[in-house]
């Protein structure tokens, strides 16, 4: 079975530098999604970024962007310029599109950004 | 557009009783799946249901059932409560068997069983 993992379970950042999440995964499969999910205190899951694992280039999405390493199986999320509303929960998500597309999350990481 | 809706928002129950879960997918989208997170844990998949059936589960008891609705809207059942059953309760919808397609969540339902 598919697991993910978040070594990290509490990050700080000072406003506007730059914080990496990581992620790392366990899978036999070749094909596969990751996701990257933002939870403010509002509860609400957000996406922050995908990367499909048949693609080379890494996703980004304005200050956000990953470092998809397929072989060693990791998938850290860059925050860049941090502002006070990235403030949250990161979780790490597996999708398996041979799975019926079951998502599984990492733990989670709690981000915090000082003024 | 309306995204994912949940009904209620928070909910408290006693050990025992049952509870039903409702959910409103965003526009456009036919598949619905339920996720349990407990307090600081990642959410983990309970089921997923298409067409108005179960087409997967994961390592949920019998006590939690579900189903869907020819609208595409979706319940979760959950019997017999347990104290261990207290969680945020998500629905996260998409589009039928599109693995790439990003799921979209819900804002949740704070399940507390005392």
């Not at chain 1, 070594?7 to 730059?18: C, D, G, R, Y």
């Not at chain 1, 403010?40 to 693609?55: F, H, N, T």
């Not at chain 2, 990642?42 to 008891?61: A, D, K, L, S, V």
Request: contains cysteine.
């Amino acid at each position: 079975a598919q697991t993910v993992t978040q070594s990290q379970p509490e990050m700080s950042v000072q406003e506007a530098e730059t914080v990496t999440l990581s992620c790392t995964y366990d899978t036999s499969e070749s094909d596969y999604y990751l996701f990257w999910y933002k939870q403010p205190p509002s509860r609400q899951m957000i996406l922050v970024i995908r990367q499909e694992a048949y693609k080379q280039q890494n996703a980004t999405e304005n200050r956000f962007s990953v470092n998809f390493q397929k072989a060693a199986k990791s998938f850290s999320l860059k925050i860049s310029d941090s502002q006070l509303g990235d403030a949250a929960m990161y979780f790490c998500a597996y999708r398996s599109p041979n799975n019926n597309n079951d998502m599984r999350f990492g733990a989670g990481t709690r981000l915090t950004v000082k003024p | 557009d309306a995204g994912v809706t949940q009904s209620p928002t928070h909910l408290i129950k006693t050990r025992g009783q049952q509870v039903t879960l409702r959910c409103s997918p965003k526009s456009g989208h036919d598949t619905v799946s339920w996720y349990q997170q407990a307090l600081g844990q990642g959410p983990q998949f309970i089921f997923q249901y298409y067409e108005e059936e179960e087409r997967q589960r994961g390592n949920f008891p019998d006590r939690f059932s579900g189903h869907q609705f020819p609208n595409y809207s979706s319940e979760l059942n959950v019997n017999a409560l347990l104290l261990g059953d207290s969680a945020l309760y998500l629905c996260a919808s998409s589009p039928r068997m599109k693995g790439w397609e990003t799921q979209y969540f819900g804002p949740g339902t704070r399940l507390l069983v005392l």
